[in-house]
């Protein structure tokens, strides 16, 4: 189901269609609205698969194929996700476009800056706007963690700092992000980092289009 981030003309046609991860379905929302891009709708996968990066090959893949006769264009806000190259395979043979890098983390960071976080520091952890919101589902329940506490330290033994990578300054989000560091036994660091590479790849869509 599209979500319309703007009003338009009953009868127009929306010219572009944005396939997006439910993760970053609050961000893209906001920059149609802020940037009134008008022509273009989004139509988010589920947010979980963010656990199960095996499904989203084969999901996108029909999501594209469903929209081809009702858009101009088509792009797709995944990164790679966990998917090994997969996704790139149903994208080059649809002819669709995706947000550049390896996760939405460097998308936010921006690849330059996460992979000079990464290099200094291998042992950080990382969360988002979205993932610090849901924390609790995607993380303790979904990793198990609220079932067999024991796996905190399995998966969370080896990391050292959770960096949580901010998309907006909100006070309660970064409260949240600090009682996950304090949860897994971590330290406590914040990377302001905005929209960072989704707005510069939704901007050229937006242009392209």
Request: charged share 25%; glycine share 6%.
């Amino acid at each position: 189901m599209a979500v319309s981030a703007a009003t338009t003309n009953a009868t127009a046609r929306p010219r572009v269609l944005l396939l997006a991860c439910g993760a970053l379905a609050r961000e893209v929302i906001d920059l149609i609205r802020r940037e009134e891009w008008s022509h273009m709708e989004i139509t988010c996968l589920p947010a979980i698969w963010h656990n199960t990066p095996q499904k989203i090959p084969d999901g996108v893949r029909q999501k594209i194929r469903a929209a081809k006769p009702h858009y101009d264009k088509i792009y797709v806000l995944y990164a790679d996700c966990g998917t090994g190259g997969l996704l790139d395979r149903v994208l080059e043979e649809e002819g669709v476009e995706r947000l550049p890098g390896p996760h939405c983390y460097a998308t936010f960071a921006t690849q330059k800056r996460f992979n000079a976080m990464a290099d200094d520091d291998p042992t950080c952890f990382y969360l988002t706007d979205f993932l610090t919101r849901h924390f609790e589902r995607f993380i303790i329940e979904g990793l198990g963690i609220d079932r067999h506490p024991e796996l905190a330290e399995i998966y969370f033994g080896n990391y050292s700092t959770l960096v949580y990578l901010a998309q907006t300054d909100t006070p309660e989000l970064d409260a949240k992000a600090q009682a996950a560091a304090a949860r897994l036994g971590l330290a406590y660091r914040r990377e302001d980092t905005g929209y960072g590479e989704l707005k510069t790849f939704m901007k050229q869509a937006s242009q392209g289009a």
